[in-house]
């Protein structure tokens, strides 16, 4: 159960550095024009490009290398999975002779986990710099011009909220169960079994109670968990900010026009 640990999506990280200290709407905004960016790079320049910049991001967050590299190491099966699909699936010249292996399916390969990695950094540089109630807020100051359409952007803002809350809440329920997980090793095969389903009905129970009160607190028209009303931290110059969209926009645009 531990290995939730290593997962950086949907955990905060605190600190107050540069990419902490950037407003939470930017930083929205910034990280999902590079995610769908580095989906659409054709090549081998731009993805290189894109990891330089991304690594550069990474760097001004001031987070130790290990979180980084423990939170891609979450998705290695699923790296690993999409690899051997395209081995085995993708036409082309064979790879050393084997006629079920592609040497195009591993280039294909290899660059779709080269750009897979680049969004978990990403997206994982956005959860680690920005707490869950100051993003759901910045989503919906940026969706705030739909209201006009009669669109309820507060309520998608408490979901999206109720959403980022999930992964932090498992995570506390799962690291309680540890200790019982942990005597059911020594147990024999249908103890474990029995041990395993009790484990995983508390899991649903407790989860389900948590969901119970949280229906209840929006019933009420209360919020689950306070939207961010004021930074923490000391925000950065507003000339600093402006460089830095600037910097990143800038890149963006350019690898879009030498497409």
């Not at 290593?6 to 939470?24: E, F, I, V």
């Not at 001004?60 to 690993?80: D, E, H, K, Q």
């Not at 082309?92 to 079920?100: A, Q």
């Not at 129970?205 to 306070?226: I, N, Y």
Request: net charge positive.
């Amino acid at each position: 159960m531990a290995f939730l640990d290593d997962l950086t999506l949907g955990r905060y990280h605190p600190g107050d550095s540069l990419m902490h200290r950037l407003d939470p709407r930017l930083k929205l905004v910034m990280v999902s024009v590079l995610i769908v960016t580095v989906f659409s790079a054709p090549g081998f320049v731009q993805l290189s490009v894109l990891s330089v910049l991304t690594l550069a991001l990474m760097a001004l967050s001031a987070i130790a290398p290990t979180v980084w590299w423990r939170g891609l190491w979450f998705f290695r099966w699923f790296f690993l999975f999409t690899l051997v699909l395209h081995l085995l699936f993708t036409p082309g010249h064979t790879l050393l002779g084997i006629e079920f292996l592609s040497q195009d399916g591993l280039n294909t390969g290899l660059t779709v986990i080269w750009s897979l990695c680049l969004a978990v950094c990403l997206a994982s540089l956005l959860s680690l710099t920005v707490e869950a109630s100051c993003l759901a807020r910045a989503g919906v100051d940026l969706l705030r011009p739909l209201t006009r359409f009669g669109i309820p952007v507060e309520r998608w803002g408490a979901f999206f909220l109720l959403i980022l809350n999930f992964l932090p809440l498992l995570r506390q329920e799962l690291n309680t169960l540890v200790p019982q997980a942990r005597a059911l090793a020594c147990a024999g095969f249908r103890r474990r079994l029995d041990g395993l389903g009790d484990l995983l009905s508390t899991l649903l129970f407790r989860l389900c109670d948590h969901a119970d009160k949280w229906a209840l607190q929006m019933a009420r028209g209360e919020s689950v968990q306070p939207l961010c009303s004021a930074a923490k931290l000391e925000p950065l110059p507003v000339y600093v900010q402006v460089v830095v969209s600037c910097g990143v926009f800038g890149v963006v645009g350019g690898l879009w026009l030498w497409r």
